[in-house]
Nanobody, 128 residues
Framework: QVQLVESGGGLVQAGGSLRLSCAAS????????MGWFRQAPGKEREFVAA????????YYTDSVKGRFTISRDNAKNTVYLQMNSLKPEDTAVYYCAGRKTLMTDSSSYYYPDNYAYWGQGTQVTVSS
């Protein structure tokens, strides 16, 4: 049984920073890719960032490029999302997602349907 557990959300003023963590557990979980998505009230879940579990490939939605950084610690089975220069429009529930199988098309990282494993979400609120 694969479990993804997010932590690190909270309330922060605009311009501030937060670091989200997602710890993956499960004896057989060896992900191909891990991603972060977010969902604001009344909106669809949207892609934020993703990384392959091996190699250096990372992907970001345009609105967070230069502000957010995704990283991983393979030994700890943990993926992080460092969020700097936060804006009120970043307010959402942030979800960690994992996928075990190959994705050959880089655009595939952007779609939540391509991830089989999900965490419970952590709330990020940015005040103006």
């Amino acid at each position: 049984q694969v479990q993804l557990v997010e932590s690190g959300g909270g309330l922060v003023q605009a311009g501030g920073s937060l670091r989200l963590s997602c710890a993956a557990s499960g004896r057989t979980f060896s992900p191909y890719a891990m991603g972060w998505f977010r969902q604001a009230p009344g909106k669809e879940r949207e892609f934020v960032a993703a990384t392959r579990w091996s190699g250096e490939s990372t992907y970001y939605t345009d609105s967070v490029k230069g502000r957010f950084t995704i990283s991983r610690d393979n030994a700890k089975n943990t993926v992080y999302l460092q969020m700097n220069s936060l804006k009120p429009e970043d307010t959402a529930v942030y979800y960690c997602a994992g996928r075990k199988t190959l994705m050959t098309d880089s655009s595939s990282y952007y779609y939540p349907d391509n991830y089989a494993y999900w965490g419970q979400g952590t709330q990020v609120t940015v005040s103006s």
